[in-house]
């Protein structure tokens, strides 16, 4: 059970900014909200994780609702590099539970248009 | 320089057969783990080894054994391999097993076919 709601599939064109968006409605306080991806007869890799703020890396910027229900992974320039599935995952620290495993979905499949 | 290396990428074998997967990290992290993906594309963890000691050992039919020789490698056997066991099979490896805030980085996967 991934606990997280994403799209099957998006479109997008080069250059242009990708907003993929997660839906995390049964979150607890204590879990992150990550995000991998995979390229194409690749191994998954990591892109950018949060809790609370909006996170920016080299790779992506992650804006996370206020409630927490739902975060967005944003591309700001897609390449045909990108297209990949993104995956977005919820966990964090061991409370116990088994929240710090990676339960993947089955996440979005992101296309890139030249 | 490879962070998470496996060897072989691709493996044929017959039914019934037992065959290793190896893995091996110099990223000098503690914690390694096995992922199987399916025809479907399903991501799933098998195993999780944090220095050479298993911590998470998900539904996994007892014909698989990982074997930790030292926290740089974590191999895969499997005995009497069945059509079902036909997948990619991922090796992955972070600095801490029991907290998704670090990283967890993947090798290259290692497509199994059983004929």
């Known amino acids: 059970d991934a606990k997280t709601t994403q799209p099957n599939s998006m479109e997008s064109n080069e250059e242009e900014p990708v907003h993929l968006p997660c839906n995390h409605s049964?979150?607890?306080?204590?879990?992150?909200i990550h995000w991998y991806r995979q390229l194409p007869s690749q191994g998954p890799e990591y892109v950018i994780h949060?809790?609370?703020s909006n996170v920016n890396n080299r790779m992506a910027s992650l804006a996370i609702a206020e409630d927490r229900k739902s975060s967005t992974l944003i591309l700001h320039r897609a390449t045909l590099r990108d297209a990949a599935v993104y995956y977005c995952?919820?966990?964090?620290?061991?409370?116990?539970?088994?929240?710090?495993?990676?339960?993947f979905g089955k996440g979005t499949l992101l296309t890139v248009n030249p | 320089d490879t962070a998470v290396s496996q060897t072989p990428k691709y493996l044929v074998t017959q039914m019934g057969n037992d065959k290793s997967i190896k893995c091996e990290q110099n990223?000098?992290?503690?914690?390694m783990y096995w992922y199987k993906q399916d025809s479907k594309k399903f991501l799933k963890i098998m195993f999780s080894?944090?220095?050479?000691?298993?911590?998470i050992n998900e539904t996994v039919p007892n014909r698989f054994s990982p074997k930790s020789p030292d926290k740089a490698h974590l191999n895969l056997h499997i005995n009497s391999l069945e059509l079902g066991d036909s997948a990619v099979y991922f090796c992955?490896?972070?600095?801490?097993?029991?907290?998704?805030?670090?990283?967890?980085?993947f090798g290259p996967g290692t497509r199994l076919t059983v004929t």
């Open positions: 080894y944090n220095n050479k000691e298993l911590i």
């Open positions: 992955a490896s972070s600095l801490i097993g029991t907290s998704l805030l670090y990283e967890q980085y």
């Open positions: 049964t979150i607890s306080g204590t879990d992150y």
């Open positions: 990223l000098g992290h503690d914690t």
């Open positions: 995952i919820r966990g964090g620290l061991n409370s116990g539970g088994s929240n710090y495993k990676l339960t």
């Open positions: 949060g809790l609370t």
